[in-house]
């Protein structure tokens, strides 16, 4: 059974900082790719990063510079460190992961999702 536990949001202000972390247990497979998506309200779901076991990483361009994913293979538990933050970052950030040694950044290509935590920055 698998099962992906988000942890980290929060409210914050402008400017300041986050972590989220997500831990997944239940998986077979050595591989797992895994990603953060946010939605907001009223918005489509879109992906912020991705990383897999490689340490291949994406960012979308909105995120650049200011948030940071990491990954620890052992643990199948990954970290999104949120710098710089912006009132638009405010969003219901989704943890996700597939079994896989690669990455999409399609979010319908991960098989799995966390129940999502909320992040606000006024």
């Known amino acids: 059974h698998v099962q992906l536990v988000e942890s980290g949001g929060g409210s914050v202000q402008a400017g300041g900082s986050l972590r989220l972390s997500c831990a997944a247990s239940?998986?077979?497979?050595?591989?797992?790719?895994m990603g953060w998506f946010r939605q907001a309200p009223g918005k489509e779901r879109e992906g912020v990063a991705t990383?897999?076991?490689?340490?291949?990483?994406t960012y979308a361009d909105s995120v650049k510079g200011r948030f940071t994913i990491s990954k620890d293979n052992a643990k199948n538990t990954q970290y999104l460190q949120m710098n710089s933050l912006k009132p638009e970052d405010t969003a219901m950030y989704y943890c996700?992961?597939?079994?896989?040694?690669?990455?999409?950044?399609?979010?319908?290509?991960?098989?799995?999702w966390g129940q999502g935590t909320q992040v606000t920055v006024s």
């Open positions: 990383i897999d076991n490689f340490g291949r990483l």
């Open positions: 239940g998986y077979t497979y050595n591989f797992v790719c």
């Open positions: 996700a992961a597939r079994p896989r040694s690669y990455c999409s950044g399609d979010p319908a290509w991960f098989s799995d």
